[in-house]
């Protein structure tokens, strides 16, 4: 089984891929855990990008993402399936259009570059309010760029939000509840497609 996790920075996605990734392991059911970027060549050169230590064009950075994806199939998630494994990634092709939308307005170009990957077996978005997303990031700073950033965040979720109409198997997750009722609640369904 493929699960994949999704929201916006801060709506608590890779603290609940760690809690199911357990949950797996302690119910004999080997797991990996693995996260877009990777730590691989391609995953390191988006790192750095994010880091600000060198600049390119919306377009690369999201070409970047999806070669980071081909390599995250290969060397992890293909191989690990392979094992019998059920794969838990923190971020996949659904990050790339949704946040991508941002700075790359051509969803169905987004698309187009994803559409040799597979699809998740199951996808839960986290979602949750940007302002809270923040706090919980504690991100500072002027009112103005908090405003700018919830703005951008809105504008993410909103592409994310028709996705998961759009594509199968999407579970959209009240990333508002306490951390263990969010682990029932993911348990609940991961349970049901357990054989
Ligand atoms: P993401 O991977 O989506 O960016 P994280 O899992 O790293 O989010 O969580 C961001 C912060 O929010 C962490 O400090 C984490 O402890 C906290 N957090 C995660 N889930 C919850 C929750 N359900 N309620 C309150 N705080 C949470
Ligand atoms: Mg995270």
Redesign the pocket.
């Known amino acids: 089984m493929f699960i994949a996790f999704e ?1 916006l ?8 891929t760690r809690m199911l990734v357990e949950r797996l392991e302690r119910t004999n059911h080997p797991a990996l855990l693995t996260a877009e970027p990777t730590s691989h060549p391609t995953g390191r050169m988006i790192r750095d990008i994010l880091q600000h230590k060198f600049e390119v064009a919306p377009e690369t950075l999201q070409l970047l993402y999806t070669a980071d994806r081909a390599e995250h199939l290969r060397l992890d998630i293909l191989p690990a399936q392979k094992e019998g494994k059920t794969v838990v990634t ?1 971020r996949y092709l659904f990050s790339t259009i949704a946040f991508g939308s941002y700075g790359v307005p051509d969803i169905e170009w987004l698309k187009q570059l994803n559409r040799l990957y597979p699809l998740p077996d199951l996808t839960f978005l ?1 979602k949750l309010d940007p302002e809270e997303c923040m706090r ?2 504690q991100v500072r700073g002027e009112a103005l760029e908090l405003f700018e950033k919830a703005e951008k965040l809105r504008a993410i979720w909103k592409t994310y939000e028709i996705l998961a109409q759009q594509y199968p198997n999407f579970h959209v997750i009240d ?1 508002s ?3 263990d009722e ?1 682990a029932d609640m993911i348990w609940g369904i991961v349970e049901k497609k357990l054989d």
């Not at 920075?9 to 609940?16: A, E, L, V």
């Open positions: 929201g920075d801060g709506s608590g996605s890779s603290t609940q923190s986290f919980r990031i990333a509840k306490s951390i969010i």
